[in-house]
T-cell receptor, first 110, second 113 residues
Framework: KQEVTQIPAALSVPEGENLVLNCSFT??????LQWFRQDPGKGLTSLLL?????REQTSGRLNASLDKSSGRSTLYIAASQPGDSATYLC?????????FGTGTRLLVSP | SQTIHQWPATLVQPVGSPLSLECTVE??????LYWYRQAAGRGLQLLFY??????ISSEVPQNLSASRPQDRQFILSSKKLLLSDSGFYLC????????????FGPGTRLTVT
């Protein structure tokens, strides 16, 4: 059974810092890995999708990496801003469904 | 472009009452559809998914059921709500199985009193 873990559970940083969120999974037989953002009381917004054959994806200040063999992914956020405050979720895709981690709650202070 | 809708946005229902949550997708055909629940302090739990009209797979035995009466419509139901059914319900879709990106709706906040 696939299990996904995210560390840390919560993170508080001052504005401008670069930060790394971690995601690990137990079964390397995945199709892809997706990073999402969730604002309080809202649905999930897809940030980055990394196919199983890829090593990383970039979008603006976000960079996500994937190491299937070690069962790890990282989300790097450069020059953090207060607007980045949210919960960040990673999810790995099997054949028919996603398995989610429990998320990292990020607070960026002005 | 594709859009996913959910309604209602919020719902307060007494224990033992029925439930019907609706999800519709626009701008695509034959999507795979998913229902998730996010309980307070817990992660996202997959409840049901559907790869076509009338095809429903259940992930967790529970008090809920799902139906897909039309290609782009997915309904979550219950005959009698329990307190433990409270949570944030999210609908999602993908263009197909496997390596596709999953897109989420805005969610329905259900409180069972």
């Amino acid at each position: 059974k696939q299990e996904v873990t995210q560390i840390p559970a919560a993170l508080s940083v001052p504005e401008g810092e670069n930060l790394v969120l971690n995601c690990s999974f137990t079964d390397s037989a995945i199709y892809n890995l997706q990073w999402f953002r969730q604002d309080p009381g809202k649905g999930l917004t897809s940030l980055l999708l990394i196919q199983s054959s890829q090593r990383e994806q970039t979008s603006g200040r976000l960079n996500a990496s994937l190491d299937k063999s070690s069962g790890r992914s990282t989300l790097y956020i450069a020059a953090s801003q207060p607007g980045d405050s949210a919960t960040y979720l990673c999810a790995v895709t099997g054949f028919q469904k996603l398995v989610f981690g429990t998320g990292t709650r990020l607070l960026v202070s002005p | 472009s594709q859009t996913i809708h959910q309604w209602p946005a919020t719902l307060v229902q007494p224990v033992g009452s029925p439930l019907s949550l609706e999800c519709t997708v626009e701008g695509t055909s034959n999507p795979n559809l998913y229902w998730y629940r996010q309980a307070a302090g817990r992660g996202l739990q997959l409840l049901f998914y559907s790869v076509g009209i009338g095809q429903i797979s259940s992930e967790v035995p529970q008090n809920l059921s799902a139906s897909r009466p039309q290609d782009r419509q997915f309904i979550l139901s219950s005959k009698k709500l329990l307190l433990s059914d409270s949570g944030f319900y999210l609908c999602a879709w993908t263009p197909g199985l496997g390596a596709y990106e999953q897109y989420f709706g805005p969610g329905t906040r259900l409180t069972v009193t």
